[in-house]
């Protein structure tokens, strides 16, 4: 971590949460590549903006970064991935390789860009030290199996984390990349608990049944596959030594994930001690409820705080077009709250009256702010999904690595960055373009170098011309 002095405004002195973003990359585009995300699948091929993605992001981290709460920043992953396309067997020069991919079908040469490493959220499923039986904080990076481009992130993602956490705690490799253990990290996971410093209740949402035998799923969604995996949650409860009495599986309703909650945080959100979900969020809502509400009970000697939004209020089409479940909650050092939805729940009239529920429900909760994420969400992700919160430790954040905290200096010169190389505007037939190519992975390796990290992208193994 870089001395106090460094680092934006005042910073907590005890346990805290700190919030971790990734640069959004210059290719960020539209491939229509994500499946079960209406937004994604509807803005195929519309030409994206990745400047506008990029200076959202980083205007959300620095948001969140001005409110005195600690903020990391990896950089982009690179892209095109040569690896990849020289392993579907689009190699040579890299000209040679994206006109090979490009023929293939542009699909591929969309896959071999996505800049999906943007959504934080489906990095890793993190435990704080409190919770976990050997007392150290452990991040289980995702294996993301169920979508060809998000399987190209992996690799990178452990060893950014590995090299920001430092001694901190334990990075746990993804589980096997296969279908039975298919694991799309926090998105499908919430901690619970008032006092960061005592252990806590953590929530699993799968979307498959729980399942022993590994027997042939039985399939109850009809439009959609299910994206999490019972045993990847069980798996990760295990290797994260988590207590079973502070640790619920929950089953996501077939008929929301049908509708285009392809993830739980597109349904549901947790903050210390307030649990708020949609009524068709899972299967069995009022007993998930009523065992969520006694484990808390158990593990804190506090009441639980469950806010359930009717569909009379928000119904479940309304609640995946305006995101208002994939908002960002924030607690201050005074102990205050402040919520970040997206834009789209400001002109919806059920999110709104939603919101409502929530001012009258929780006291402490003094702001709440719109954020422009539309570049995002055109993708599918809310402020939500673009940060993967990490409780810890004052001793825990000394041990970590000075990169990648986000500084005054850091986050000037990644604006500057964005809006000197980034385009306003790409279209898949620009991915073809081989000087489009070559400018993506010096960003990358710019934004590395001004984020202090020293691992090596992908691409930098590769010889290649
Ligand atoms: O995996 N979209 C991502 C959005 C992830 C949102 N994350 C959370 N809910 N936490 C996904 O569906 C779209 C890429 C494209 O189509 O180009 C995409 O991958």
Request: aromatic content about 6%; hydrophobic content about 40%; overall charge negative.
């Amino acid at each position: 971590m870089p001395s106090l002095e460094d680092l934006p405004f005042s910073q907590p002195v005890g346990t805290c949460e700190v919030n971790i973003d990734a640069l959004v990359g210059p290719s960020h585009h539209f491939g229509g590549l994500a499946v079960g995300n209406l937004a994604s699948m509807s803005h195929a091929q519309s030409p994206s903006n990745p400047r506008a993605a990029a200076l959202q992001g980083l205007e959300k981290a620095w948001r969140v970064a001005r409110l005195g709460i600690p903020q990391v920043v990896l950089p982009c992953q690179q892209r095109p991935h040569r690896a990849w396309l020289a392993s579907i067997g689009c190699d040579g020069t890299l000209g040679e390789s994206l006109e090979q991919a490009w023929r293939l079908g542009p699909r591929w040469l969309s896959v071999a860009y996505s800049s999906s490493s943007m959504w934080m959220a489906n990095a890793a499923t993190v435990s704080p030290s409190a919770d976990s039986g050997d007392g150290r904080l452990h991040l289980s990076v995702a294996n993301l199996t169920s979508g060809m481009h998000r399987q190209l992130e992996p690799p990178e993602t452990e060893s950014l984390l590995r090299e920001w956490l430092g001694s901190a705690g334990i990075v746990h490799a993804p589980l096997p990349a296969c279908w039975p253990l298919r694991d799309e990290g926090a998105a499908n996971h919430t901690r619970l608990g008032s006092d960061l410093d005592r252990p806590g209740v953590q929530v699993f949402v799968h979307g498959d049944a729980a399942n022993d035998q590994l027997e042939t799923q039985e399939v109850a969604t009809r439009r959609f596959p299910t994206r999490q995996a019972w045993a990847a949650c069980r798996a990760i409860a295990l290797r994260h030594r988590l207590d079973s009495e502070r640790t619920l599986m929950f089953q996501q309703s077939p008929r929301a994930i049908d509708a285009g909650v392809f993830h739980n945080d597109v349904i549901a959100v947790g903050h210390r001690d307030t649990w708020v979900m949609h009524e068709q969020a899972v299967v069995a809502p009022d007993e998930s409820i009523r065992q969520l509400s006694a484990a808390y009970l158990a593990a804190t000697g506090h009441s639980l705080r469950v806010i359930v939004i009717p569909d009379s209020v928000l119904s479940l089409n309304e609640a995946v077009r305006s995101y208002f479940f994939n908002s960002q909650w924030l607690t201050n050092e005074r102990g205050k709250w402040r919520v970040l939805f997206p834009e789209h729940c400001a002109d919806s009239s059920e999110a709104s009256k939603a919101i409502d529920l929530l001012r009258e429900a929780i006291p402490e909760l003094v702001g709440i702010d719109f954020v422009p994420v539309d570049q995002s969400m055109a993708n599918g992700g809310g402020p939500a999904c673009l940060r993967l919160r990490v409780i810890m430790t004052s001793a825990e954040r000394q041990q970590t690595s000075t990169a990648g905290w986000l500084t005054d200096s850091r986050y000037r010169r990644l604006v500057e960055l964005v809006r000197t190389r980034y385009r306003d505007r790409l279209t898949l037939d620009d991915l073809r373009d081989e000087s489009f190519a070559r400018s993506c992975m010096s960003i990358s390796e710019e934004a590395r170098r001004i984020l202090g990290f020293h691992t090596l992208g992908d691409n930098d193994s590769e010889e290649g011309p």
